[in-house]
């Protein structure tokens, strides 16, 4: 009783509910920032239909909200254009290789719900340059992208260790990738994972190229949301958990119609769409959870089949496997 009182009088609690979200709905389309064409997180195939990590999660999202993966609409962006994008309402969701961070959070006024994938800042060389560590590169041109976290890393790690790095600062990864290929730089440097991505695109294979093992950072990604709607905040963040939930249970986008009936308590209530109670305080339907799996398979499904083993970046779970095999991806508690 003492909550809902509380919950009553005041002011904050419900002011900024609602407005992003009814809006979405109204419209009855997400509208989804994206990059321009990252393999593994968010690229147009052949058939012009968007695929990766970051692309599915915004499925996910839809599904939970809108009924439906299929209704989202892609906006690809540039580092240097996506809060701009963000805080001018031209969409609803940022899923772009976005770290998260202090300043962004709150000079920019934008949330991160939770992280969607886990990295560090690396580097790629030309094999042929015999630099085997990070150590070994102690002058150089190193291509990174305008607005992002790797600049400003990139210039403290210099700074730091008395490096003599001179950056080249392109305004999309595309225009980084193709600088470093071309020659114009001695190293480029990004998220690891993004490195890989752009290695396979490699002119001549991938094989003449190297990411080398050190991290000069923590980068965790996630989405991105306006920070005036705390639904809205609350439904995308427990998406995410939701699809760490599922996989921690092992409910699959194969056997999730049959395989929630086996759970009782609160999570069972949860994944079966019995709580209509946490649904709609969310503003979800009723099947939020059961859509957004069906629509895109547990996290384990989402990762392995766009960043591990089923996909051609083959990059190892690491820090994003389950709390409980080592990494770092956990489910908060229902109650």
């Not at 009553?8 to 609690?13: D, S």
């Not at 998260?100 to 994938?117: C, D, I, K």
């Not at 000069?216 to 990604?221: A, G, H, R």
Request: aromatic share 8%; hydrophobic share 45%; proline share 4%.
């Amino acid at each position: 009783m003492a909550l809902v009182l509380f919950l009553a009088v005041w002011p904050g609690a419900s002011a900024y509910a609602g407005q992003v979200l009814d809006t979405v709905k109204a419209r009855g389309e997400l509208r989804c920032g994206v990059s321009e064409g990252i393999p593994g997180f968010s690229e147009q195939d052949a058939d012009g239909r968007w695929r990766g990590l970051d692309a599915d999660f915004c499925r996910a999202v839809a599904a939970a909200l809108l009924g439906d993966a299929e209704k989202v609409a892609f906006l690809p962006l540039r580092s240097s254009t996506r809060f701009p994008a963000l805080q001018a309402r031209k969409i609803d969701l940022l899923v772009r290789n976005t770290t998260w961070t202090l300043t962004r959070e709150a000079l920019l006024q934008v949330q991160f719900p939770a992280v969607l994938f886990y990295d560090g800042q690396a580097f790629m060389v030309a094999k042929s340059s015999g630099i085997a560590r990070l150590a070994d590169f102690k002058e150089g041109r190193v291509c990174v992208g305008k607005g992002t976290t790797h600049e400003g890393n990139l210039a403290d790690h210099a700074r730091i260790h008395g490096l003599a790095w001179q950056p080249l600062v392109l305004d999309s990864a595309s225009a980084v990738a193709e600088a470093f290929f071309a020659g114009r730089c001695d190293a480029y440097t990004s998220d690891s994972a993004e490195l890989a991505a752009m290695r396979l695109r490699a002119p001549g294979g991938p094989e003449a190229f190297v990411i080398l093992p050190e991290r000069i950072s923590k980068e965790p990604l996630g989405p991105v949301l306006a920070a005036e709607d705390t639904q809205w905040t609350s439904l995308v963040r427990w998406v995410l958990y939701a699809l760490v939930l599922a996989e921690e249970h092992g409910v699959t986008q194969a056997n999730v119609e049959t395989k929630v009936r086996e759970f009782g308590g609160a999570t069972g209530l949860l994944l079966s769409g019995h709580d209509t109670r946490l649904a709609r305080a969310l503003g979800a339907r009723d099947d939020w959870v059961i859509r957004a799996v069906r629509a895109v398979g547990n996290y384990g499904e989402l990762y392995e089949r766009n960043l591990g083993s089923a996909s051609p970046l083959n990059i190892e779970r690491g820090l994003n496997r389950l709390w409980s095999d080592g990494g770092l991806m956990y489910a908060p508690p229902i109650d």
